[in-house]
Structure formats: C-alpha cells, structure tokens
Nanobody
C-alpha cells in the first residue's frame, strides 16, 4: 500500500524551529520528486518547497520566497524520508503542512500540485507565543 506520513508538527514560539518528516511506504522515495505544501486557515494550499529525485543530476530544490533562507528540504534515502527543516518560524507559517510525491526526476519550482501522485494526511504547525 502506497502511503506518505508526515510527522513533526506541533506548537512552537515565534523564532523557534521544527523539523517535519515525510516517510513513504510502498514505494521508494529515491525515484520521486517530493514537494511540501501548506494550507493556512482561510487560504488555498500553496507550495512551500520541493526537491528533485535522487536520480536527478543535481537534486535541485526550490523554495517559496516567504520561506527562502529559513526552510531547508533534504532527503534521507536510507530512511525513505524527506525532511523540511523550518527555522525562524513566524506566525504566518502556521498551517497544515502536506508532503506529496510525483513520479518525475525533477521537481520544478513553482510546484504544480496537480502533478503530484501521492499525498500525506498533513501535520499541523502552530506558531504562537
């Protein structure tokens, strides 16, 4: 059974950090481009970051302007997991975060959500003092 499971969300104060994990089962994430998305209350889901597959030439990554310099996406193929390290969190980062995978070498930025084949259930990130 193909499944993506996000974890690592929670409550953090402004300026704090969280690391989100996206672990796959039923397929090898190595060969998939992976994206992180988020949906804030009252807003549409938006792309946050993406990373190309391990088979791609340079494993390119992309970031939304709002998170560039604060968030880092990475892979651990041994764990079949993609991470999103989030530093210097702001109240506007509060959202449900989703990971998604698509059977493509490259994760082009900006992400097109319609291209992604598998989605996780989401993990809540709350940034509040």
């Amino acid at each position: 059974q193909v499944q993506l499971v996000e974890s690592g969300g929670g409550l953090v104060q402004p300026g704090g950090s969280l690391r989100l994990s996206c672990t796959a089962s039923g397929f090898l994430m190595d060969y998939y481009a992976v994206g992180w998305f988020r949906r804030a209350p009252g807003k549409e889901r938006e792309g946050v970051s993406c990373i190309s597959s391990s088979d791609s030439r340079d494993r390119t990554a992309g970031y939304a302007d709002s998170v560039k310099g604060r968030f880092t996406i990475s892979r651990d193929n041994a764990e079949n997991t993609v991470y999103l390290q989030m530093n210097s969190l702001k109240p506007e980062d509060m959202a449900v975060y989703y990971c998604a995978a698509k059977g493509s070498l490259y994760a082009n930025w900006p992400s097109n959500q319609n291209e992604y084949d598998y989605w996780g259930q989401g993990t809540q990130v709350t940034v509040s003092s």
